[in-house]
C-alpha cells in the first residue's frame, strides 16, 4: 500500500475573472491526497482526491459584489488489472 500527499499555496493570475473584471492576482490552495493498494500482484487500486482553489486576495480585491471563490474538487477511482504473461495456444 501507497499513501501520497501534496498541499502547495500562493498567488496566481486569475485570467477568466466574472465578467467586467480584469484579470487579477489571486490566491490559490492546491491539495491532493491518495492512496494505492495491490491486494494481488495483477491488480491495483487507486484512490485520489483533488483540490484546486483560488480566491481574490487583499491586495487586488474585486468589487464586493463580485468577490467569490472558485474552486474543484474532484475524486477519482481507478483500477487496473493487468494481464501478464504469454497467451494460451
Same mark, same amino acid.
Given at each position: /500500500?501507497? #499513501? !501520497? $500527499?501534496?498541499?502547495?499555496? $500562493? =498567488?496566481?493570475?486569475?485570467?477568466?475573472? $466574472?465578467?467586467?473584471?480584469?484579470?487579477?492576482?489571486?490566491? !490559490? #490552495?492546491? +491539495?491532493?491526497? $491518495? #492512496?494505492?493498494?495491490?491486494? /494481488?500482484?495483477?491488480?491495483?487500486?487507486?484512490?485520489?482526491?483533488?483540490?484546486?482553489?483560488?480566491?481574490?486576495? +487583499?491586495?487586488?480585491? *474585486? *468589487?464586493? @459584489?463580485? @468577490?467569490?471563490?472558485?474552486?474543484?474538487? @474532484?475524486?477519482?477511482?481507478? #483500477?487496473?488489472? +493487468?494481464?501478464?504473461?504469454?497467451?494460451? =495456444?
Amino acid at each position: /500500500m501507497t #499513501v !501520497f $500527499g501534496f498541499y502547495a499555496s $500562493g =498567488t496566481r493570475p486569475n485570467f477568466f475573472p $466574472g465578467p467586467g473584471l480584469s484579470p487579477f492576482l489571486a490566491d !490559490f #490552495v492546491d +491539495a491532493q491526497a $491518495g #492512496v494505492t493498494f495491490r491486494p /494481488m500482484s495483477r491488480l491495483l487500486l487507486d484512490e485520489t482526491y483533488i483540490y484546486s482553489g483560488l480566491s481574490a486576495n +487583499a491586495d487586488h480585491l *474585486p *468589487p464586493p @459584489r463580485l @468577490r467569490r471563490t472558485s474552486f474543484d474538487a @474532484r475524486r477519482i477511482s481507478t #483500477v487496473l488489472w +493487468a494481464f501478464t504473461g504469454s497467451p494460451q =495456444t
